[in-house]
């Protein structure tokens, strides 16, 4: 059974840093991956989606990693701003199934 | 941002008292999706369509069944609603399998 996990749960950052949000699967046959970004009672906006066949993807300050071999995704943002406080969720996508991690509640310190 | 819409946004009813939640799109999208998301669970996946008339089980299908009818419109229904499924349910829509998932603004349920 396929597992997402993300750790920390939560991250505290200083304005400006860069910083790295990790995710992890257990199962290596995926198809695609998605990270999403949720603000507080509000609905999951899509950031980046990494098809299986490409390493990375990049948004803006945004940058997104995937390798499959060892189970791993990294979603990198850089030089990191107040309006970034957000959950962030990964997914994997596998058939018709796709499983989410919990995701990591990230809070930028102004 | 993708075209979809959830109806109600905020729904408080009584144990069995039956519920349907709509999810409405104008994407004209393939596939669409009904999840929950509670603390500790993180977001679960519920019932799923592929075409009008095409649904399939999700992860914690138990207690709800799902209607499509046109393409624009998927329904969930609590036939006996319970505290359990006091939650927050999400609609999502895809073009295709395995393709990018689009989420609504979400409907929070309280069943007392």
């Known amino acids: 059974k396929q597992e997402v996990t993300q750790i920390p749960a939560a991250l505290s950052v200083p304005e400006g840093e860069n910083l790295v949000l990790n995710c992890s699967f257990t199962?290596?046959?995926?198809?695609?991956l998605q990270w999403f970004r949720q603000d507080p009672g509000k609905g999951l906006t899509s950031l980046l989606l990494?098809?299986?066949?490409?390493r990375e993807q990049t948004s803006g300050r945004l940058n997104a990693s995937l390798d499959k071999s060892s189970g791993r995704s990294t979603l990198y943002i850089a030089a990191s701003q107040p309006g970034d406080s957000a959950t962030y969720l990964c997914?994997?996508?596998?058939?018709?199934?796709?499983?989410f991690g919990k995701g990591t509640r990230l809070h930028i310190l102004p | 941002d993708a075209g979809i819409t959830q109806s109600p946004r905020h729904k408080v009813t009584e144990t069995g008292t039956p519920v349907t939640l709509r999810c409405h799109q104008t994407?004209?999208?393939?596939?669409m999706y009904w999840y929950r998301q509670d603390p500790g669970h993180g977001l679960r996946l519920i019932h799923y369509?592929?075409?009008?008339?095409?649904?399939d089980k999700g992860e914690v299908s138990d207690g709800y069944s799902v209607s499509r009818s046109k393409t624009e419109d998927f329904l969930l229904t609590l036939e006996s609603a319970t505290s359990s499924q006091t939650s927050v349910y999400f609609c999502?829509?895809?073009?295709?399998?395995?393709?990018?998932?689009?989420f609504g603004p979400g409907t929070r349920l309280t069943v007392t």
């Open positions: 999502a829509i895809s073009e295709s399998q395995n393709y990018e998932q689009y």
């Open positions: 199962d290596s046959a995926i198809y695609n």
């Open positions: 990494i098809q299986s066949s490409q």
């Open positions: 997914a994997v996508y596998r058939d018709d199934k796709i499983i």
């Open positions: 994407e004209n999208h393939r596939y």
């Open positions: 369509s592929y075409g009008v008339k095409d649904t």
